[in-house]
């Protein structure tokens, strides 16, 4: 579906923009990479529905510096151009995407209180539901990926250390603190609901989170479930999983967490990934001067009372 007009496109850049082969191939991987981000994250959305919020995620999600975004943005928006002029698509999606945007552009977040609300919601007296449930537990406690949580195995949880271990990007193996709430609820799952399923596929015995069928749950199945849950919770922003990650990351800094001890839980490869959730502390501090600040509450209530 998405690689439908992908070697047309390929052809148009190679012999009518005569990019050079450096650049053409970055276009190529750049184009790949959010395809596939798309496909496992928004199954349902073909290239003619796709809109910025989509686009907005797909590079929210990439941990590279900003100078790489420049370039898979201008890979992206080569891509959907084309589209456009040859009439594969009626509207370009990347009209609205820019540069300085997404450098500006804060990641969403919830606060512990929109966690504990989609939590609520939830059916926990279900297989699925306590599955569920526990799964959100785990991504806000731990600050995980979700491929990292989905490949989570029983060998990976030590519970008398209080640390899991997960693989990460590069199959670079970490320890994460898991605090002592979310790994009480992790060991009841395993050994009060997991353990009844009546059956369990054989190339996931030691996998933690399974379907009700004994099989490894998918990443589309999380990110629709996520999205749902928080729906029925009556939360407006624009939910996916790795949102509970920058929550994970956000409640650390605000709550005055060291920006290099934050980085090793994160997996982050360098610090400059980790520091954008010091702007969100910014953005913090910001809005509690406002409220609570003589001057600013006085400042509010004149402009309560304008016409």
């Not at 395809?35 to 796709?50: D, G, K, L, P």
């Not at 949880?157 to 994460?176: A, D, F, P, S």
């Not at 996931?204 to 919770?233: M, P, S, W």
């Amino acid at each position: 579906m998405w690689k439908e007009y992908f070697n047309d496109f390929k052809s148009h850049i190679l012999l009518e923009r005569s990019l050079s082969k450096n650049t053409y191939e970055a276009y190529e991987r750049d184009c790949e990479k959010f395809f596939a981000f798309m496909q496992e994250n928004y199954s349902e959305i073909t290239i003619h529905t796709v809109k910025l919020q989509h686009l907005e995620d797909f590079l929210w999600q990439l941990s590279v510096k900003n100078s790489s975004k420049r370039r898979i943005i201008s890979g992206i928006k080569a891509y959907f151009k084309f589209l456009v002029m040859s009439d594969r698509i009626n509207n370009n999606p990347c009209e609205l995407l820019e540069t300085s945007r997404i450098e500006k552009l804060l990641p969403v977040v919830l606060h512990h209180e929109e966690i504990q609300q989609m939590l609520s919601v939830i059916d926990k007296s279900t297989y699925h539901g306590f599955r569920d449930s526990v799964i959100i537990e785990i991504l806000y406690a731990c600050g995980l990926r979700i491929s990292e949580l989905l490949n989570l195995k029983k060998g990976d949880i030590y519970y008398k250390h209080e640390y899991i271990k997960v693989l990460g990007k590069g199959n670079k193996e970490r320890l994460v603190p898991i605090g002592e709430k979310a790994l009480k609820l992790l060991r009841l799952y395993i050994e009060n609901h997991r353990s009844k399923l009546p059956k369990i596929d054989s190339k996931c015995e030691d996998i933690v989170f399974l379907n009700r069928r004994g099989k490894q749950l998918t990443r589309q199945y999380v990110f629709q479930t996520i999205k749902t849950i928080a729906h029925e919770a009556g939360i407006k922003k624009n939910i996916h999983p790795h949102i509970l990650r920058h929550s994970f990351a956000s409640a650390l800094i605000q709550g005055g967490a060291n920006l290099i001890a934050v980085k090793e839980m994160m997996g982050h490869a360098s610090v400059v990934s980790t520091e954008i959730y010091t702007h969100l502390d910014t953005l913090h501090l910001r809005e509690t001067l406002m409220l609570y600040h003589p001057h600013y509450q006085e400042l509010n209530k004149r402009k309560s009372k304008e016409p």
